[in-house]
């Protein structure tokens, strides 16, 4: 699928492609520690967020591991306040990883979730995906809050799965169903 022209539009946010324009928003969180406590990885240097903006900038899921990363736009003053996330997972069995970052500038204003039900709608509904799942820090009491205010049911908690500067760390997955997805979206 070709997302060059991707947009969709929720009630306060557009959900689009990254365009040259938006870098300086994107280093600015992608620089914040706090943004990446609960990504086992370091806050990207200069050069580092100038290469991942790059793959952002062409999102694609053709094959295992291909992302499509896209803007979260805030529509009343255009800010990118944040990125969502399609990991293709597995073509063949249609699934999908989802995952979101955002400033926390504009944390606790529910921006994450609303961009969440978009994306999920978008990959069940447009991409006709069978599974979305997420994975996330079981300390990340946030991230929480979000998959499960989406619907999305706690299927595996991992123990000790992974280690981020010498410390093991939980991590809970959470899925949804396509079929699931569309019988809420129906109120059925």
Not at 24 to 47: G, I, K, N
């Amino acid at each position: 699928m070709d997302f060059s022209d991707l947009r969709f539009s929720t009630q306060r946010l557009d959900i689009r492609r990254f365009v040259p324009a938006d870098f300086a928003a994107f280093q600015a969180y992608h620089r914040l520690p706090e943004v990446y406590r609960y990504l086992y990885a370091e806050p990207l240097d200069d050069a580092e967020a100038a290469e991942k903006f790059e793959r952002a900038c062409v999102p694609r899921l053709r094959k295992k591991g291909d992302a499509a990363v896209f803007a979260v736009e805030r529509r009343e003053d255009a800010a990118v306040i944040g990125e969502v996330v399609l990991k293709l997972e597995s073509a063949i069995a249609r699934q999908v990883e989802v995952g979101y970052i955002f400033n926390p500038a504009f944390a606790g204003k529910g921006y994450a979730t609303e961009a969440m039900r978009a994306i999920l709608d978008f990959a069940f509904s447009t991409l006709n995906f069978h599974r979305a799942f997420a994975r996330l820090d079981a300390a990340n009491a946030g991230s929480v809050g979000v998959v499960e205010r989406l619907g999305m049911r706690r299927e595996a908690h991992l123990i000790q799965n992974d280690q981020f500067k010498g410390v093991w760390g939980d991590e809970f997955i959470y899925a949804l169903l396509r079929d699931e997805w569309m019988a809420r979206q129906s109120g059925a």
